[in-house]
Structure formats: structure tokens, C-alpha cells
């Protein structure tokens, strides 16, 4: 078993997702600018598996989807400040801005059941200002998940924010 480079808690710190929307659990894989190796592990107690499917419990694809797309964003994010394995994490990131998804394009392999460790690989494609395109894939041992591409951007929060007013059309 890979040794992790970065803890949940340390994520929880670069990432703004919360239980229980935070879907990546450590990293073990890094370098700059290039790709980055998660794990996020799927247990039974998850919310998903109490409709999606009680009987036959498989993990959402858009979850799947979106815990690649978290995976990407720590990329983006530790790629940004520089950060280099073993060197001290820069927490005090700008906290108006979060990484959002641009698109993806996903396609699936193989459900994902309850007790799976899953593997998150995301290697950098390109970037465009704050946009970047990275090729991702979903995998433990021989068993492919899920692979694609996503794209995930940094914005301002207070872009995100819903307005409380009808908007004229």
C-alpha cells in the first residue's frame, strides 16, 4: 500500500467539500503540474447506497465522476502554489475562489460496489487560464471504473452565489 502524501484533513483544508460531498480521502501520488493519485474508499454506510440501489448497492457515476473531478482540482490547486512532495502545504489559499467543474465527458466500465478502494488517477491535458482539461480514470488493480476527461476551473464564490430575485427575461 502506497504511503499518502496528503490526509483527509489536510484536504479538507484545500478543498471546500464536506461529508458528505468531500469524495477524495488521500492522495498518494503527485507531481507538479503533471498528475496526481487518490483514494477515495467506498463503504457501505455512504448516503448514495440508501436509494441507489438498497438491494444491489452500486456507487453513482456522478459521484464517481465527481470524486475524479476533486481529485483534479487538488491537482490544479497544489500545482498553482507550487507545492513539491515533502515541502510544507500553503493553506492560506484564497478562500473567495473554488475549483467548479467546466464539463466532462466520462464513460464507465465497471460498477463500483460497496468495499471497493477506488483508485483516482487525473493527469494534466491543458490549461487556459483558470481553466484546465485533465484526462482522468477510475480504477483498482485491472478493474477500470470509469475514464475520460474533465475540466474544472477556479471561480469567484460570490459568482456561484444563487440570487434570492426573480431574474426579468
Request: aromatic residues 8%; contains cysteine.
Given at each position: 500500500?502506497?504511503?499518502?502524501?496528503?490526509?483527509?484533513?489536510?484536504?479538507?483544508?484545500?478543498?471546500?467539500?464536506?461529508?458528505?460531498?468531500?469524495?477524495?480521502?488521500?492522495?498518494?501520488?503527485?507531481?507538479?503540474?503533471?498528475?496526481?493519485?487518490?483514494?477515495?474508499a467506498v463503504g457501505i454506510g455512504e448516503p448514495a447506497?440508501?436509494?441507489?440501489?438498497?438491494?444491489?448497492?452500486?456507487f453513482p457515476g456522478v459521484l464517481l465522476t465527481e470524486?475524479?473531478?476533486?481529485?483534479?482540482?487538488?491537482?490544479?490547486?497544489?500545482?498553482?502554489?507550487?507545492?513539491?512532495?515533502?515541502?510544507?502545504?500553503?493553506?492560506?489559499?484564497?478562500?473567495?475562489?473554488?475549483?467548479?467543474?467546466g464539463g466532462y465527458k466520462v464513460k464507465f466500465f465497471?460498477?463500483?460496489?460497496?468495499?471497493?478502494?477506488?483508485?483516482?488517477?487525473?493527469?494534466?491535458?491543458?490549461?487556459?487560464?483558470?481553466?484546465?482539461?485533465?484526462?482522468?480514470?477510475?480504477?483498482?488493480?485491472?478493474?477500470?471504473?470509469?475514464?475520460?476527461?474533465?475540466?474544472?476551473?477556479?471561480?469567484?464564490?460570490?459568482?456561484?452565489?444563487?440570487?434570492?430575485?426573480?431574474?426579468?427575461?
Open positions: 500500500m502506497e504511503k499518502a502524501l496528503i490526509q483527509n484533513y489536510q484536504i479538507q483544508k484545500l478543498l471546500p467539500h464536506r461529508y458528505p460531498f468531500q469524495l477524495v480521502d488521500q492522495v498518494i501520488g503527485y507531481e507538479k503540474g503533471k498528475s496526481i493519485t487518490a483514494i477515495k447506497f440508501q436509494g441507489h440501489f438498497p438491494e444491489l448497492p452500486i470524486a475524479m473531478g476533486q481529485a483534479c482540482g487538488l491537482l490544479v490547486e497544489l500545482s498553482t502554489q507550487d507545492w513539491e512532495v515533502g515541502k510544507p502545504i500553503n493553506y492560506d489559499i484564497d478562500a473567495a475562489r473554488v475549483g467548479v467543474f465497471a460498477p463500483v460496489v460497496p468495499g471497493t478502494l477506488v483508485y483516482l488517477h487525473g493527469e494534466l491535458d491543458w490549461t487556459m487560464g483558470a481553466a484546465s482539461c485533465l484526462k482522468v480514470k477510475a480504477y483498482n488493480g485491472d478493474t477500470l471504473f470509469a475514464k475520460g476527461t474533465v475540466t474544472v476551473a477556479m471561480a469567484d464564490k460570490k459568482q456561484l452565489t444563487p440570487q434570492t430575485e426573480a431574474v426579468a427575461l
